[in-house]
Protein backbone atom coordinates (compact mmCIF):
# COMPACT_ATOMS: atom_id res chain seq x y z
CA UNK A 1 0.00 0.00 0.00
CA UNK A 2 1.10 3.14 -1.10
CA UNK A 3 0.60 6.73 -2.60
CA UNK A 4 -2.80 7.61 -1.58
CA UNK A 5 -3.87 4.63 0.23
CA UNK A 6 -1.21 4.75 3.08
CA UNK A 7 -2.42 8.27 3.96
CA UNK A 8 -6.12 7.12 4.85
CA UNK A 9 -6.94 5.69 8.14
CA UNK A 10 -7.16 2.00 7.58
CA UNK A 11 -10.71 0.44 8.37
CA UNK A 12 -13.53 -1.64 7.33
CA UNK A 13 -11.70 -4.12 4.36
CA UNK A 14 -8.47 -1.63 4.05
CA UNK A 15 -8.38 -1.59 7.85
CA UNK A 16 -8.49 -5.80 7.51
CA UNK A 17 -6.04 -5.02 4.67
CA UNK A 18 -3.40 -3.08 6.77
CA UNK A 19 -3.23 -6.27 8.96
CA UNK A 20 -0.07 -7.68 7.48
CA UNK A 21 1.08 -11.44 7.37
CA UNK A 22 3.15 -11.02 9.93
CA UNK A 23 0.63 -10.21 12.74
CA UNK A 24 0.26 -14.16 12.09
CA UNK A 25 0.14 -15.82 15.78
CA UNK A 26 3.20 -18.27 16.30
CA UNK A 27 2.47 -21.51 18.49
CA UNK A 28 5.97 -23.15 19.09
CA UNK A 29 6.33 -25.52 15.63
CA UNK A 30 9.08 -24.64 13.50
CA UNK A 31 8.55 -25.31 9.79
CA UNK A 32 10.12 -28.40 7.98
CA UNK A 33 11.94 -27.45 4.95
CA UNK A 34 10.88 -29.22 1.79
CA UNK A 35 12.75 -31.98 0.20
CA UNK A 36 13.37 -31.43 -3.28
CA UNK A 37 11.20 -35.20 -3.84
CA UNK A 38 8.05 -33.64 -1.82
CA UNK A 39 8.00 -30.23 -3.57
CA UNK A 40 6.54 -30.30 -7.66
CA UNK A 41 9.57 -29.74 -9.33
CA UNK A 42 9.69 -27.31 -12.27
CA UNK A 43 9.08 -29.18 -15.61
CA UNK A 44 10.09 -27.89 -18.90
CA UNK A 45 6.19 -27.08 -18.75
CA UNK A 46 6.65 -24.52 -16.11
CA UNK A 47 9.69 -23.14 -16.72
CA UNK A 48 11.03 -22.90 -20.61
CA UNK A 49 9.72 -19.52 -21.71
CA UNK A 50 6.73 -19.42 -23.87
CA UNK A 51 6.86 -23.25 -24.58
CA UNK A 52 4.02 -24.27 -22.18
CA UNK A 53 1.39 -26.17 -23.92
CA UNK A 54 -1.61 -24.28 -22.75
CA UNK A 55 0.22 -21.12 -22.28
CA UNK A 56 -1.00 -17.89 -24.35
CA UNK A 57 0.04 -14.25 -24.07
CA UNK A 58 -2.08 -11.93 -22.39
CA UNK A 59 -4.21 -9.74 -23.85
CA UNK A 60 -4.52 -6.73 -22.37
CA UNK A 61 -7.76 -4.97 -22.04
CA UNK A 62 -9.85 -2.23 -19.53
CA UNK A 63 -9.09 -3.56 -15.92
CA UNK A 64 -12.21 -4.67 -13.55
CA UNK A 65 -14.56 -2.14 -12.04
CA UNK A 66 -12.87 -0.95 -9.35
CA UNK A 67 -14.47 -0.86 -5.35
CA UNK A 68 -17.19 1.86 -5.24
CA UNK A 69 -15.09 5.19 -4.49
CA UNK A 70 -11.89 4.17 -5.68
CA UNK A 71 -10.16 5.35 -8.78
CA UNK A 72 -7.98 3.72 -11.19
CA UNK A 73 -5.30 5.11 -13.29
CA UNK A 74 -6.36 5.14 -16.86
CA UNK A 75 -3.11 4.14 -18.52
CA UNK A 76 -3.23 0.45 -16.38
CA UNK A 77 -4.22 -2.11 -18.75
CA UNK A 78 -5.27 -5.78 -17.32
CA UNK A 79 -5.70 -9.09 -19.15
CA UNK A 80 -6.37 -13.01 -17.68
CA UNK A 81 -4.08 -16.54 -18.10
CA UNK A 82 -4.94 -19.61 -17.01
CA UNK A 83 -2.80 -21.50 -14.94
CA UNK A 84 -3.22 -25.02 -12.97
CA UNK A 85 -5.14 -25.54 -10.21
CA UNK A 86 -2.95 -28.21 -8.83
CA UNK A 87 0.66 -28.33 -10.39
CA UNK A 88 1.05 -31.73 -9.83
CA UNK A 89 -1.70 -32.19 -12.71
CA UNK A 90 -0.55 -29.76 -15.04
CA UNK A 91 -3.19 -30.99 -17.46
CA UNK A 92 -5.91 -31.34 -15.19
CA UNK A 93 -8.27 -28.40 -14.21
CA UNK A 94 -6.96 -24.74 -14.61
CA UNK A 95 -8.04 -21.41 -12.69
CA UNK A 96 -7.76 -17.83 -13.82
CA UNK A 97 -5.19 -15.13 -12.49
CA UNK A 98 -5.87 -11.51 -13.44
CA UNK A 99 -2.25 -9.43 -14.64
CA UNK A 100 -1.89 -5.34 -14.58
CA UNK A 101 0.26 -3.51 -16.56
CA UNK A 102 1.40 -0.20 -16.84
CA UNK A 103 3.79 0.35 -19.67
CA UNK A 104 6.69 2.95 -18.44
CA UNK A 105 9.48 1.39 -20.53
CA UNK A 106 11.55 3.40 -23.33
CA UNK A 107 12.44 1.71 -26.24
CA UNK A 108 16.62 1.25 -25.82
CA UNK A 109 16.29 1.88 -22.09
CA UNK A 110 13.96 -1.16 -21.31
CA UNK A 111 15.63 -3.79 -18.62
CA UNK A 112 12.70 -5.70 -18.55
CA UNK A 113 9.32 -6.33 -16.16
CA UNK A 114 9.14 -5.35 -12.57
CA UNK A 115 6.49 -7.42 -10.88
CA UNK A 116 4.95 -5.89 -7.72
CA UNK A 117 3.27 -7.88 -4.56
CA UNK A 118 1.92 -5.97 -1.56
CA UNK A 119 1.83 -8.88 0.63
CA UNK A 120 -1.29 -9.43 3.18
CA UNK A 121 -1.31 -12.07 3.04
CA UNK A 122 -4.52 -12.00 0.16
CA UNK A 123 -4.03 -8.54 -0.85
CA UNK A 124 -5.01 -8.08 -4.39
CA UNK A 125 -2.15 -6.12 -6.50
CA UNK A 126 -3.76 -5.40 -9.71
CA UNK A 127 -3.34 -1.42 -8.64
CA UNK A 128 -0.01 -1.92 -7.38
CA UNK A 129 1.99 -0.85 -10.59
CA UNK A 130 0.00 2.67 -10.51
CA UNK A 131 0.58 3.27 -6.77
CA UNK A 132 4.34 2.77 -6.72
CA UNK A 133 4.77 4.53 -10.19
CA UNK A 134 4.75 7.95 -8.71
CA UNK A 135 7.38 7.65 -5.88
CA UNK A 136 9.70 5.89 -8.52
CA UNK A 137 12.48 7.96 -10.50
CA UNK A 138 11.98 7.99 -14.48
CA UNK A 139 15.48 5.92 -15.00
CA UNK A 140 13.59 2.66 -12.91
CA UNK A 141 10.58 3.81 -14.78
CA UNK A 142 12.27 4.12 -18.17
CA UNK A 143 13.60 0.44 -17.13
CA UNK A 144 10.63 -1.79 -16.91
CA UNK A 145 7.14 -1.89 -16.97
CA UNK A 146 5.33 -2.52 -14.32
CA UNK A 147 3.33 -5.93 -13.37
CA UNK A 148 0.48 -6.14 -10.71
CA UNK A 149 -1.45 -9.37 -10.35
CA UNK A 150 -4.25 -10.79 -8.07
CA UNK A 151 -2.80 -13.54 -6.23
CA UNK A 152 -4.63 -17.34 -6.75
CA UNK A 153 -8.06 -16.96 -4.93
CA UNK A 154 -8.07 -13.33 -4.37
CA UNK A 155 -9.86 -10.62 -5.74
CA UNK A 156 -10.20 -10.99 -9.40
CA UNK A 157 -8.42 -14.27 -9.71
CA UNK A 158 -10.86 -16.83 -9.12
CA UNK A 159 -11.73 -15.30 -5.57
CA UNK A 160 -12.92 -17.99 -2.72
CA UNK A 161 -15.14 -17.64 -0.27
CA UNK A 162 -15.53 -19.56 3.27
CA UNK A 163 -18.38 -17.54 3.81
CA UNK A 164 -17.07 -16.37 7.05
CA UNK A 165 -19.71 -15.08 9.90
CA UNK A 166 -17.37 -12.21 10.21
CA UNK A 167 -15.59 -11.52 6.95
CA UNK A 168 -12.70 -9.64 8.65
CA UNK A 169 -8.88 -10.39 9.17
CA UNK A 170 -9.26 -8.65 12.24
CA UNK A 171 -11.90 -10.88 13.38
CA UNK A 172 -9.38 -14.47 12.82
CA UNK A 173 -7.00 -12.76 15.73
CA UNK A 174 -7.37 -14.90 18.73
CA UNK A 175 -7.20 -12.32 21.60
CA UNK A 176 -8.07 -14.62 24.64
CA UNK A 177 -10.68 -13.18 27.23
CA UNK A 178 -9.98 -10.76 30.00
CA UNK A 179 -9.37 -13.57 32.17
CA UNK A 180 -6.51 -15.02 29.86
CA UNK A 181 -8.99 -18.24 29.13
CA UNK A 182 -8.82 -19.08 25.70
CA UNK A 183 -12.20 -21.32 25.48
CA UNK A 184 -13.47 -18.86 22.74
CA UNK A 185 -10.65 -18.96 20.99
CA UNK A 186 -11.26 -22.58 20.43
CA UNK A 187 -14.46 -22.77 19.67
CA UNK A 188 -14.41 -20.24 16.86
CA UNK A 189 -11.01 -21.90 15.31
CA UNK A 190 -12.64 -24.96 15.01
CA UNK A 191 -15.69 -23.68 13.49
CA UNK A 192 -13.86 -21.34 11.25
CA UNK A 193 -12.17 -24.15 9.82
CA UNK A 194 -15.09 -26.33 9.70
CA UNK A 195 -16.98 -23.52 7.95
CA UNK A 196 -14.12 -23.38 4.96
CA UNK A 197 -13.90 -27.37 4.47
CA UNK A 198 -17.55 -27.22 3.99
CA UNK A 199 -18.23 -23.91 2.09
CA UNK A 200 -14.77 -23.62 0.26
CA UNK A 201 -14.03 -27.03 -0.33
CA UNK A 202 -11.29 -29.33 -1.20
CA UNK A 203 -9.95 -27.25 -3.90
CA UNK A 204 -9.03 -24.50 -1.41
CA UNK A 205 -5.96 -26.41 -0.36
CA UNK A 206 -4.38 -25.62 -3.40
CA UNK A 207 -4.44 -21.79 -2.76
CA UNK A 208 -1.19 -21.87 -1.34
CA UNK A 209 2.19 -19.84 -1.94
CA UNK A 210 4.47 -22.07 -3.20
CA UNK A 211 1.30 -22.48 -5.95
CA UNK A 212 1.10 -18.36 -6.38
CA UNK A 213 5.08 -18.44 -7.06
CA UNK A 214 4.80 -21.45 -9.81
CA UNK A 215 1.88 -18.92 -10.92
CA UNK A 216 4.56 -16.09 -11.34
CA UNK A 217 6.69 -18.00 -13.31
CA UNK A 218 3.80 -18.47 -15.64
CA UNK A 219 3.19 -14.94 -16.03
CA UNK A 220 6.59 -14.78 -16.77
CA UNK A 221 6.24 -17.33 -19.62
CA UNK A 222 2.75 -15.35 -20.83
CA UNK A 223 5.15 -12.05 -20.94
CA UNK A 224 7.66 -13.67 -23.29
CA UNK A 225 10.32 -12.62 -20.47
CA UNK A 226 13.37 -15.08 -19.83
CA UNK A 227 13.60 -13.84 -16.21
CA UNK A 228 11.60 -11.27 -14.04
CA UNK A 229 12.37 -8.77 -11.34
CA UNK A 230 10.48 -9.14 -8.33
CA UNK A 231 9.09 -6.06 -5.64
CA UNK A 232 7.76 -7.41 -2.88
CA UNK A 233 6.38 -6.11 0.67
CA UNK A 234 5.52 -7.93 3.92
CA UNK A 235 4.35 -11.37 2.67
CA UNK A 236 5.56 -10.57 -0.56
CA UNK A 237 8.70 -10.94 0.62
CA UNK A 238 8.22 -14.71 1.56
CA UNK A 239 6.58 -15.02 -1.94
CA UNK A 240 9.43 -13.40 -3.61
CA UNK A 241 12.05 -16.03 -1.08
CA UNK A 242 9.77 -19.19 -2.64
CA UNK A 243 10.19 -17.99 -6.44
CA UNK A 244 13.41 -17.22 -6.23
CA UNK A 245 14.46 -20.68 -4.44
CA UNK A 246 11.95 -22.56 -7.03
CA UNK A 247 13.18 -21.12 -9.89
CA UNK A 248 16.72 -19.32 -9.62
CA UNK A 249 17.75 -18.89 -12.97
CA UNK A 250 14.54 -16.75 -13.80
CA UNK A 251 14.91 -14.22 -11.25
CA UNK A 252 17.32 -11.05 -12.11
CA UNK A 253 16.46 -8.26 -9.28
CA UNK A 254 14.55 -8.80 -6.44
CA UNK A 255 13.52 -6.28 -3.90
CA UNK A 256 12.17 -7.40 -0.57
CA UNK A 257 10.63 -4.91 1.46
CA UNK A 258 9.35 -6.04 5.53
CA UNK A 259 10.76 -9.21 5.68
CA UNK A 260 9.31 -12.42 6.77
CA UNK A 261 11.67 -15.22 8.14
CA UNK A 262 11.09 -18.01 5.81
CA UNK A 263 12.22 -20.97 8.13
CA UNK A 264 9.50 -19.76 10.75
CA UNK A 265 6.20 -19.81 8.68
CA UNK A 266 3.70 -19.61 9.77
CA UNK A 267 3.43 -21.08 13.60
CA UNK A 268 6.51 -19.84 14.16
CA UNK A 269 6.99 -16.58 12.28
CA UNK A 270 5.85 -14.22 15.20
CA UNK A 271 6.18 -16.56 18.40
CA UNK A 272 9.38 -15.13 18.59
CA UNK A 273 9.23 -11.43 17.28
CA UNK A 274 5.50 -10.58 17.32
CA UNK A 275 5.38 -8.95 21.28
CA UNK A 276 8.96 -7.32 21.02
CA UNK A 277 8.75 -5.76 17.65
CA UNK A 278 5.03 -4.23 19.48
CA UNK A 279 7.27 -3.05 22.11
CA UNK A 280 9.96 -1.94 20.00
CA UNK A 281 7.44 0.31 17.61
CA UNK A 282 4.98 1.27 20.53
CA UNK A 283 7.16 4.07 22.24
CA UNK A 284 7.28 5.68 19.00
CA UNK A 285 3.76 6.78 19.52
CA UNK A 286 3.77 7.04 22.75
CA UNK A 287 6.16 9.59 22.85
CA UNK A 288 3.90 11.69 20.00
CA UNK A 289 1.06 11.26 22.30
CA UNK A 290 3.15 12.33 25.32
CA UNK A 291 4.07 15.37 23.48
CA UNK A 292 0.50 16.78 23.48
CA UNK A 293 -0.10 16.18 27.12
CA UNK A 294 -1.73 19.14 27.29
CA UNK A 295 -4.16 18.49 25.33
CA UNK A 296 -4.70 14.81 25.52
CA UNK A 297 -3.99 13.55 28.96
CA UNK A 298 -2.78 10.70 28.41
CA UNK A 299 0.53 10.58 30.85
CA UNK A 300 3.83 13.64 30.52
CA UNK A 301 6.01 10.45 28.68
CA UNK A 302 6.00 7.52 27.24
CA UNK A 303 5.78 5.37 30.17
CA UNK A 304 2.55 6.73 31.56
CA UNK A 305 1.42 6.81 27.86
CA UNK A 306 1.73 2.94 27.97
CA UNK A 307 0.34 2.49 31.47
CA UNK A 308 -2.92 4.29 29.86
CA UNK A 309 -3.27 2.12 27.25
CA UNK A 310 -3.22 -1.42 29.16
CA UNK A 311 -4.97 0.22 31.65
CA UNK A 312 -7.53 1.18 28.92
CA UNK A 313 -7.54 -2.26 27.16
CA UNK A 314 -8.03 -4.31 30.07
CA UNK A 315 -11.12 -2.08 30.72
CA UNK A 316 -12.41 -2.29 27.15
CA UNK A 317 -11.97 -5.93 27.32
CA UNK A 318 -14.26 -6.18 30.42
CA UNK A 319 -16.99 -3.71 29.49
CA UNK A 320 -16.54 -2.56 25.42
CA UNK A 321 -18.27 0.71 25.29
CA UNK A 322 -20.87 1.71 22.49
CA UNK A 323 -19.42 3.35 19.54
CA UNK A 324 -22.15 6.51 19.07
CA UNK A 325 -23.78 6.61 15.55
CA UNK A 326 -23.40 2.61 15.41
CA UNK A 327 -24.11 -0.48 15.77
CA UNK A 328 -20.67 -1.38 16.93
CA UNK A 329 -18.69 -0.92 20.30
CA UNK A 330 -15.51 -0.92 21.27
CA UNK A 331 -13.60 -3.66 22.93
CA UNK A 332 -10.08 -4.37 23.83
CA UNK A 333 -9.64 -6.73 20.46
CA UNK A 334 -10.47 -3.55 18.34
CA UNK A 335 -8.09 -1.35 19.84
CA UNK A 336 -5.17 -3.43 19.53
CA UNK A 337 -5.76 -3.59 16.27
CA UNK A 338 -6.44 -0.03 15.20
CA UNK A 339 -3.30 0.76 17.06
CA UNK A 340 -1.32 -1.83 15.23
CA UNK A 341 -2.72 -0.70 11.61
CA UNK A 342 -1.79 2.77 12.65
CA UNK A 343 1.72 2.38 13.76
CA UNK A 344 2.32 0.68 10.42
CA UNK A 345 3.10 4.48 8.97
CA UNK A 346 4.57 7.23 10.85
CA UNK A 347 2.33 9.74 9.35
CA UNK A 348 -0.61 8.09 11.50
CA UNK A 349 0.84 8.65 14.37
CA UNK A 350 -0.54 11.72 15.71
CA UNK A 351 -4.16 10.52 14.57
CA UNK A 352 -3.40 7.13 16.75
CA UNK A 353 -2.71 9.83 19.61
CA UNK A 354 -6.57 11.15 19.05
CA UNK A 355 -8.02 7.97 18.50
CA UNK A 356 -6.38 6.80 22.16
CA UNK A 357 -7.84 10.02 23.73
CA UNK A 358 -11.37 9.38 21.64
CA UNK A 359 -11.30 5.95 23.42
CA UNK A 360 -10.88 6.83 26.78
CA UNK A 361 -13.21 9.11 26.90
CA UNK A 362 -15.79 6.87 24.73
CA UNK A 363 -14.54 4.81 27.73
CA UNK A 364 -16.00 7.60 30.28
CA UNK A 365 -19.01 7.90 27.97
CA UNK A 366 -17.86 11.49 27.76
CA UNK A 367 -17.04 12.58 23.70
CA UNK A 368 -16.41 15.57 22.12
CA UNK A 369 -16.82 16.39 18.81
CA UNK A 370 -13.40 15.76 17.76
CA UNK A 371 -13.31 12.63 19.66
CA UNK A 372 -16.51 11.69 17.37
CA UNK A 373 -14.65 12.97 14.27
CA UNK A 374 -11.65 10.99 14.94
CA UNK A 375 -14.25 7.36 15.58
CA UNK A 376 -15.97 8.13 12.63
CA UNK A 377 -12.78 8.19 10.46
CA UNK A 378 -12.12 4.97 12.28
CA UNK A 379 -14.79 3.48 11.97
CA UNK A 380 -15.62 4.37 8.19
CA UNK A 381 -15.80 0.87 6.26
CA UNK A 382 -14.42 0.29 2.72
CA UNK A 383 -16.46 -0.85 -0.15
CA UNK A 384 -15.68 -4.36 -1.56
CA UNK A 385 -14.38 -4.30 -5.51
CA UNK A 386 -17.89 -5.64 -7.31
CA UNK A 387 -17.88 -9.46 -7.76
CA UNK A 388 -15.60 -10.22 -4.84
CA UNK A 389 -17.12 -11.92 -1.73
CA UNK A 390 -16.83 -9.81 1.42
CA UNK A 391 -14.71 -12.50 2.98
CA UNK A 392 -12.36 -12.97 0.27
CA UNK A 393 -9.04 -11.97 2.36
CA UNK A 394 -9.66 -13.65 5.54
CA UNK A 395 -10.56 -16.70 3.27
CA UNK A 396 -7.51 -16.73 1.64
CA UNK A 397 -5.61 -15.17 4.74
CA UNK A 398 -6.74 -18.97 6.20
CA UNK A 399 -5.90 -20.36 3.00
CA UNK A 400 -2.06 -19.15 2.93
CA UNK A 401 -1.38 -19.65 6.30
CA UNK A 402 -2.58 -22.59 7.53
CA UNK A 403 -2.06 -24.44 4.15
CA UNK A 404 1.79 -23.53 3.29
CA UNK A 405 2.81 -25.56 6.69
CA UNK A 406 1.03 -27.67 8.92
CA UNK A 407 0.54 -26.20 13.11
CA UNK A 408 0.39 -27.72 16.61
CA UNK A 409 -2.99 -29.28 17.25
CA UNK A 410 -2.26 -29.56 20.84
CA UNK A 411 -5.15 -27.46 22.42
CA UNK A 412 -2.97 -26.97 26.33
CA UNK A 413 0.11 -26.53 24.37
CA UNK A 414 -1.50 -23.31 23.08
CA UNK A 415 -3.13 -22.13 26.52
CA UNK A 416 -0.12 -22.43 28.29
CA UNK A 417 2.05 -20.81 25.63
CA UNK A 418 -1.03 -17.62 25.52
CA UNK A 419 -0.43 -17.52 29.36
CA UNK A 420 3.57 -16.79 29.82
CA UNK A 421 3.04 -14.85 26.54
CA UNK A 422 0.19 -12.14 28.03
CA UNK A 423 3.23 -11.37 31.31
CA UNK A 424 6.06 -11.42 28.33
CA UNK A 425 4.49 -9.21 26.34
CA UNK A 426 1.48 -7.07 28.00
CA UNK A 427 1.10 -4.89 24.61
CA UNK A 428 -0.25 -7.95 22.85
CA UNK A 429 -2.05 -9.39 25.72
CA UNK A 430 -1.61 -13.29 24.79
CA UNK A 431 -2.75 -13.21 21.08
CA UNK A 432 0.64 -14.74 19.12
CA UNK A 433 0.60 -17.67 21.08
CA UNK A 434 -3.24 -18.21 20.85
CA UNK A 435 -4.71 -20.54 19.02
CA UNK A 436 -6.16 -20.26 15.10
CA UNK A 437 -8.31 -22.33 12.56
CA UNK A 438 -4.97 -23.91 11.49
CA UNK A 439 -4.93 -26.38 14.98
CA UNK A 440 -7.93 -27.76 13.22
CA UNK A 441 -7.14 -27.51 9.43
CA UNK A 442 -6.47 -30.42 7.35
CA UNK A 443 -2.11 -31.64 6.83
CA UNK A 444 -1.17 -29.16 3.75
CA UNK A 445 -0.23 -30.90 0.41
CA UNK A 446 3.47 -30.01 0.44
CA UNK A 447 6.45 -29.05 2.55
CA UNK A 448 7.05 -25.48 2.45
CA UNK A 449 9.79 -24.74 -0.14
CA UNK A 450 13.24 -24.25 1.30
CA UNK A 451 14.32 -21.16 1.05
CA UNK A 452 18.39 -21.45 0.64
CA UNK A 453 21.69 -19.47 -0.80
CA UNK A 454 21.04 -20.59 -4.25
CA UNK A 455 21.84 -18.78 -7.77
CA UNK A 456 23.68 -15.55 -8.33
CA UNK A 457 23.65 -12.31 -5.38
CA UNK A 458 20.56 -10.27 -6.80
CA UNK A 459 18.37 -10.14 -3.86
CA UNK A 460 18.21 -6.51 -1.60
CA UNK A 461 16.48 -6.68 1.72
CA UNK A 462 15.57 -3.53 2.95
CA UNK A 463 14.23 -3.33 6.50
CA UNK A 464 13.41 -1.03 9.23
CA UNK A 465 14.62 -1.17 12.33
CA UNK A 466 11.29 -0.85 14.70
CA UNK A 467 8.61 -2.46 11.70
CA UNK A 468 5.72 -3.72 14.17
CA UNK A 469 4.34 -5.63 11.21
CA UNK A 470 7.39 -7.64 10.39
CA UNK A 471 9.98 -6.82 12.98
CA UNK A 472 13.54 -6.80 12.65
CA UNK A 473 14.06 -10.48 13.11
CA UNK A 474 12.41 -11.61 10.33
CA UNK A 475 14.92 -9.72 7.77
CA UNK A 476 17.94 -11.15 9.70
CA UNK A 477 16.28 -14.28 9.04
CA UNK A 478 15.86 -14.25 5.78
CA UNK A 479 19.39 -12.68 5.34
CA UNK A 480 20.75 -15.77 6.77
CA UNK A 481 18.91 -17.94 5.03
CA UNK A 482 19.91 -16.15 1.50
CA UNK A 483 23.25 -15.95 3.05
CA UNK A 484 26.08 -13.97 0.50
CA UNK A 485 22.97 -14.15 -2.00
CA UNK A 486 21.72 -11.11 -0.37
CA UNK A 487 22.41 -7.70 0.68
CA UNK A 488 20.35 -6.13 3.68
CA UNK A 489 19.93 -2.75 4.39
CA UNK A 490 18.68 -1.33 8.25
CA UNK A 491 17.09 1.95 8.59
CA UNK A 492 16.77 3.35 11.82
CA UNK A 493 13.23 4.06 11.41
CA UNK A 494 9.83 3.05 12.52
CA UNK A 495 6.89 1.37 10.65
CA UNK A 496 6.42 -1.20 7.83
CA UNK A 497 7.62 0.47 4.75
CA UNK A 498 11.46 1.17 4.48
CA UNK A 499 11.76 2.98 1.05
CA UNK A 500 10.40 6.32 -0.07
CA UNK A 501 9.97 7.28 4.01
CA UNK A 502 12.70 9.07 4.10
CA UNK A 503 15.82 7.87 3.89
CA UNK A 504 18.29 8.59 0.71
CA UNK A 505 20.75 6.02 2.08
CA UNK A 506 18.05 3.77 1.37
CA UNK A 507 16.71 4.90 -1.49
CA UNK A 508 19.22 5.77 -3.30
CA UNK A 509 20.72 1.79 -2.89
CA UNK A 510 17.35 0.79 -4.06
CA UNK A 511 17.33 2.72 -6.95
CA UNK A 512 20.95 1.88 -8.26
CA UNK A 513 20.56 -1.11 -8.09
CA UNK A 514 17.19 -1.65 -9.87
CA UNK A 515 19.01 0.20 -12.42
CA UNK A 516 22.73 -1.29 -12.85
CA UNK A 517 22.13 -4.79 -10.67
CA UNK A 518 24.67 -3.36 -8.63
CA UNK A 519 24.49 -4.28 -5.06
CA UNK A 520 27.06 -2.85 -2.72
CA UNK A 521 29.92 -5.08 -0.65
CA UNK A 522 28.77 -4.92 2.42
CA UNK A 523 25.28 -4.66 4.53
CA UNK A 524 23.73 -1.04 5.18
CA UNK A 525 22.53 0.97 8.46
CA UNK A 526 21.06 3.97 7.14
CA UNK A 527 20.67 6.58 9.81
CA UNK A 528 19.62 9.62 7.47
CA UNK A 529 15.66 9.35 8.08
CA UNK A 530 14.10 12.89 7.56
CA UNK A 531 10.19 12.34 8.73
CA UNK A 532 8.23 13.91 6.29
Known amino acids: MRSSERAS ?17 GTGLAACAADPQDTPQPTAETTVAGKAADQAAIVWDKCPQPAKGASRNPHLTCGTLKVPLNYRDPGGAKIEVAVSRLSTAKPGKRHGVLLLNPGGPALGGLDMPATMA ?11 DLIGFDPRGVEHSNPQSCRLRDPTVTGLFPYPAADGSITKNVALAKADAKQCADAAGENLKYYTTANTARDMDRIRQA ?9 GQSYGTYLGAVYRSLFPERTDRMILEGNVNPTKVWADE ?9 ADRFPDAARVAAAQHATLGLGHNAEQVTHTYLTLADRLDRKPAPVPSTSLSLDGPTLRNVTYALLLHNETLPVLAQFWKAAVDLADGLTTDADNTVLKQVFADTPSSPGVPADNQATMFLALVCGDAEWPH ?3 GYAARTAANR ?16 AFWKKPTE ?18 RRDNATPWEGAVG ?9 LLVGVDNGGHYTYNEGSACADKTTIDFLTTGHLPGKDLYCTDVKQK
Not at 9 to 25: D, I
Not at 478 to 486: C, I, N, P, R, V
Open 9 to 25: VPRGRRFAAALVVSTLA
Open 134 to 144: PTLPKSVLDSY
Open 223 to 231: LGEKKISYW
Open 270 to 278: VADTWGKGM
Open 410 to 412: NVD
Open 423 to 438: KAWPLTAGMPTNIWAC
Open 447 to 464: APVAVTATGPRNTLILQN
Open 478 to 486: LHQALGDKS
